[in-house]
């Protein structure tokens, strides 16, 4: 990739952002997205003025930036809340390093890497961007204490500035937690794998244990039911056609019988069709047949929330090792009522691991299977060495513009429309796991995502490419390690 590629690139993402800066500031002007981007505010107020000029509103305006930096940190948690707050923190930690790390860099790292060798210099526009990295530096040269210098730098001033941010984010936590009002989750134990015995309700087990082993602070306890949209429905289709084949059964009444004197065309009185709807509506005073059927009741989980009278308690409740088997009465915290995943409590507790084995291989065929996009965006790169393999690519790239658009803007256009792909399944693999929150997916599919990019984005990235380059001097297996050493950070001007 030549350096003219970087500043077409360049200039495209910065087009593109100033593109998407300009229509958000026309669209938050407009009438009809009012409740989009100022939903909280007039809830909170309910009043909106709007712009007084008409002209204004088709006119993008950084107005909305100036005022954006204007807020406090305080009004940002008052007004958004304490999650805001943190992403916003994660945003600022990130502008600190990048700036570190581009200053350093810039002034210290890349003159050194440019001046590494004595060869003739051509114009920075049509060099390429193999001169900056480290790979233009001799073997054996000195100055190679530059580049320790620049990261024990830069990872320095990471380890500080995380220090202080988690250290901000733990107070601002601390205090949001005290202020926030009593939560029951807190007070609760979510219990799994729960030994029935014949003749014997989950229920009754679960009482049964914890006055036993927990008199002192056990408070009362909820079973968990199989109560699915699948069970529902066809619990209420079952109670439909017990009410149509009553209704078969059942005299018609009087009142349904059509008046003489109406014609046809005009049809009943409003009446006739009273007993009808009557027999459909649940009366309280009637038992329904969905709950007087032993058949139709839902079915019991092996799960049940169990309720402490302390906090302390429910967290002692939940890291004691209940039983002398661990795979018997296993104990969480419980998530809280909105976080709950209920189709995983489900899942009988024996069966997890055989879960999270099988979902650990798909994620590592997963990984295999995105190497080909992968190495398509690779191949992009080298467009020398594609063309040498496809020589109609001849004729497409023969123009400049087209050069530097191919190798310096679409390879990571296509990487990026292949990796939306991964976010979503990664949370079916997380959902397929097991977790009984969603919080829990969700954390779980962060850390897939975070592997999943560390491996295939950046090793697999940089080796194949340094592969594709290399194709042609690769003899033996001993001389591969030699060529990925040099080609390797060459490689690294693609990031």
């Known amino acids: 990739m030549k350096f003219s590629a970087l500043l077409t690139s360049a200039g495209i993402n910065i087009g593109l952002c100033s593109l998407f800066l300009s229509l958000y500031s026309l669209l938050r002007k407009q009438p009809g997205f009012v409740y989009v ?33 204007e807020y406090k940190q305080d009004d940002i948690l008052s007004i958004a809340g304490l999650d805001a707050v943190v992403f916003l923190r ?14 350093v860099c810039v002034f210290g790292v890349l003159p050194l890497n440019y001046f590494g060798q004595e060869i003739h210099r051509a114009s920075i526009h049509s060099e390429s961007l193999d001169v900056f990295t480290i790979a233009n530096i001799p073997e054996g040269s000195h100055w190679l204490w530059v580049h320790c210098l620049a990261l024990y730098i830069i990872s320095f001033s990471a380890c500080i500035l995380l220090y202080f941010e988690y ?49 002192s602070s056990y408070l009362s306890h909820q079973v968990v039911y199989r109560t699915g949209k699948v069970q529902r429905l066809m619990s209420n289709a079952e109670w439909v056609y017990k009410n149509l084949v009553r209704l078969k059964s059942t005299a018609i009444s009087k009142t349904c019988v059509p008046i003489t004197y109406r014609c046809g065309l005009c049809g009943g009185t409003s009446d006739s069709f009273q007993l009808y709807r009557n027999e459909f509506e649940p009366d309280e005073k009637k038992p329904c047949p969905i709950m007087s059927d032993s058949r139709t009741k839902p079915k019991e989980c092996l799960a049940a929330f169990v309720f ?186 693609a990031f």
Not at 90 to 100: A, C, E, K, M, N
């Open 308 to 493: 402490f009278k302390t906090r302390y308690a429910a967290v002692i409740g939940s890291q004691l090792l209940q039983s002398s088997n661990p795979m018997l009465w296993v104990t969480d915290l419980a998530p809280e009522p909105h976080d709950v995943y209920w189709s995983n409590l489900w899942i009988p507790y024996r069966q997890l691991w055989l879960r999270q084995i099988t979902v650990l291989l798909a994620s590592i065929v997963f990984m295999f299977l995105f190497l080909i996009p992968v190495t398509f965006v690779q191949g992009l790169t080298q467009l020398d060495k594609l063309q040498q393999m496809f020589p109609f690519l001849k004729a497409i790239l023969a123009k400049t513009v087209m050069t530097q658009l191919v190798t310096g803007y679409l390879p990571s256009v296509i990487l990026q429309l292949f990796f939306y792909m991964v976010p979503p399944a990664m949370m079916l693999f997380s959902a397929m796991e097991g977790w009984i929150s969603r919080s829990g997916r969700k954390k779980s599919a962060c850390f897939k995502v975070l592997s999943f990019t560390i491996w295939n984005i950046f090793f697999v990235n940089v080796l194949s490419g340094s592969v594709i380059s290399q194709l042609d001097a690769i003899t033996t297996p001993k001389s591969i390690p030699i060529l990925l050493a040099k080609a390797v950070p060459r490689q690294v001007s």
């Open 167 to 215: 250290k901000n984010i733990a107070s601002m936590r601390l205090s949001h937690i005290i202020q926030s009002p009593t939560n029951y989750s807190h007070f609760a134990v979510l219990v799994r794998a729960i030994p029935q015995e014949d003749g014997e309700s989950i229920s009754d087990a679960v009482q049964k244990f914890f006055m036993n082993y927990h008199a």
């Open 90 to 103: 994660i945003l600022v930690f990130s502008i600190r390093v990048f700036s570190i790390a581009a200053v």
């Open 37 to 69: 981007y100022f939903g909280r505010r007039i809830s909170e107020e309910n009043d909106m003025n709007e712009g007084s000029c008409i002209l204004d509103r088709f006119v993008p305006s950084p107005s909305w930036i100036v005022r954006a930096w």
